[in-house]
């Protein structure tokens, strides 16, 4: 079972802060995701990562930006947060397992940012 | 660009009653995964399913891939209160390790 962490779990920030949310794994899976979900609503992914020094933009387009120096952190950050990026957003990582045939994508609790 | 979708968008069921949710993509798909999220959680993962026509089961839920590879069902026997919750399908193209969602389907479960 992967172990998948995000700080802070809630935010609440004014207009044009900048801001940075938190993702870890302890599981050295090499694939991590970033999505943003509005309540009730689907996933989109704005960010992906296959390894370090690997990001891609997802099919959503997103004003933040990723990186990936380390294999277990992946962090998200908006510049200039604006009350449009009000929104859920969850990371996950995932990594192919030959025994069990998959590659399943562990999500973390989600931080759930709101821009007054 | 690649997009999936399911249907229905919501589905009320009394406890008991089965109910079937669908998801089609808009081009082929390498292997298929299916998300539960329970309100105010996030996804967990169900099952993957990788070949063509491929069917597995999970006590009372069938998973089906389409011969095309480019639908999936999900299939619940007899449902339950524990039931509740958004099920998501997610496909994955040729050549890339991302997932893309399907616009999720709502379960609720009357007792």
């Known amino acids: 079972e992967a172990d998948i962490y995000q700080t802070p779990r809630y935010l609440v920030i004014g207009t044009g802060k900048k801001i940075t949310l938190e993702c870890s794994q302890t599981m050295g899976h090499d694939k991590m995701y970033w999505y943003q979900q509005d309540p009730g609503m689907e996933l989109h992914l704005i960010h992906y990562s296959y390894g370090v020094n690997s990001t891609e933009k997802g099919d959503l387009s997103s004003e933040s930006t990723v990186s990936r120096i380390r294999t277990e952190h992946f962090p998200l950050t908006l510049e200039s947060a604006r009350p449009s990026h009000t929104s859920q957003y969850l990371c996950a990582s995932s990594e192919y397992t030959r025994s069990r045939g998959r590659n399943e994508q562990f999500f973390g609790p989600g931080t759930r940012l709101t821009v007054l | 660009g690649q997009q999936v979708m399911q249907i229905p968008q919501y589905q009320h069921v009394q406890e008991g009653e089965d109910f079937t949710t669908y998801c089609n993509s808009s081009t082929t798909l390498s292997n298929i995964q299916w998300y539960k999220q329970r309100p105010g959680g996030h996804p967990v993962f169900l099952i993957q399913?990788?070949?063509?026509?491929e069917v597995k089961k999970q006590k009372r839920l069938t998973f089906q891939f389409g011969e095309a590879k480019k639908n999936s069902s999900l299939h619940i026997t007899a449902t339950q209160t524990t039931d509740v919750g958004t099920y998501f399908c997610?496909?994955?193209?040729?050549?890339?390790?991302?997932?893309?969602f399907g616009t999720g389907t709502r379960l609720k479960v009357l007792a």
């Open positions: 997610a496909g994955r193209g040729s050549g890339t390790y991302k997932y893309i």
């Open positions: 399913l990788v070949k063509s026509g």
